[in-house]
């Protein structure tokens, strides 16, 4: 059973793990560095411990306990108990969700482990807004995708604000790195994937012909906002495919594209 521990002191070294949650780019070094990520929020937090990620401690203001308590009994992990203001003065920001746990990562498997049983999956491309992240993490859940592989320079999945917009969906799709951009999309095509590039040029062929939901494994490559897929991923497709758009609109949000992506991907396969 879990301790459960009053903190009044904002410095108190057993907090450490909370200090400074505004700041992204210490947290970006930090975390994967001292292998933790932070979840915010009840349903976010009890996601993870599904997922079978193992508690540090947790940080929760006093109304929360009895909501969690079934999480704090089964628990192997400290408990600090503090007030919100305490809270804002650690974290940086107001807690609104009252709860906050930091979590140990797991080691990320390779690529060949995600592909062997795969058959849709999506490949991001220099994604590098933690809340795009967490949109198409919760996307490729909600809509059956299989896996995501992520090129070096995408943001980190279990960045606090990627967990908190996908739901905890980040804990529930296997996701590796591809090293080496983009030559390691040929690992991707030898194991069996037809690439498709999702992009607004006029030049690509519409979803609806290319019919992707017919393909044996396809795997759906996405670029960052605003830029798109750079010309040598690109290059390295083996067909370019668009959503077709109205009233003048030349592109989606690349959270809202993928979403649309992802269900001509996967239309008509049995639910997971």
Wanted: proline share 6%; net charge neutral; glycine share 6%.
């Amino acid at each position: 059973m879990a301790e459960v521990i009053t903190v009044e002191d904002p410095d108190d070294p057993r907090l450490s793990d909370y200090t400074g949650l505004t700041d992204v780019e210490l947290r970006r070094r930090r975390e994967p560095a001292e292998g933790l990520f932070i979840a915010e929020g009840e349903k976010v937090i009890r996601r993870a411990g599904q997922a079978g990620y193992v508690m540090r401690s947790m940080l929760l203001s006093a109304k929360w306990l009895d909501a969690m308590r079934d999480v704090i009994d089964a628990a192997r992990a400290p408990v600090y108990v503090v007030s919100p203001d305490l809270a804002e003065r650690v974290t940086g920001y107001h807690v609104h969700r009252g709860a906050l746990a930091s979590l140990a990562r797991k080691p990320l498997p390779t690529v060949a482990d995600v592909l062997r049983t795969a058959r849709r999956v999506a490949v991001m491309e220099a994604v590098n807004d933690h809340t795009n992240i967490g949109a198409i993490f919760r996307s490729a859940a909600a809509l059956g995708m299989d896996a995501v592989l992520l090129s070096p320079d995408c943001a980190d999945p279990l960045y606090r604000r990627s967990v908190k917009v996908s739901m905890g969906a980040v804990f529930s799709v296997p996701y590796a790195r591809l090293e080496g951009w983009p030559r390691a999309l040929d690992t991707v095509r030898d194991a069996g994937f037809r690439l498709l590039a999702l992009t607004p040029d006029a030049r690509a062929v519409p979803m609806d012909t290319a019919a992707p939901h017919r393909m044996e494994r396809v795997a759906l490559m996405l670029g960052a906002e605003g830029d798109g897929l750079s010309r040598r991923a690109l290059d390295s497709a083996d067909a370019w495919v668009r959503i077709p758009m109205a009233h003048g609109v030349d592109s989606l949000n690349v959270g809202a594209a993928a979403a649309v992506a992802f269900y001509a991907v996967t239309a008509g396969r049995p639910e997971h």
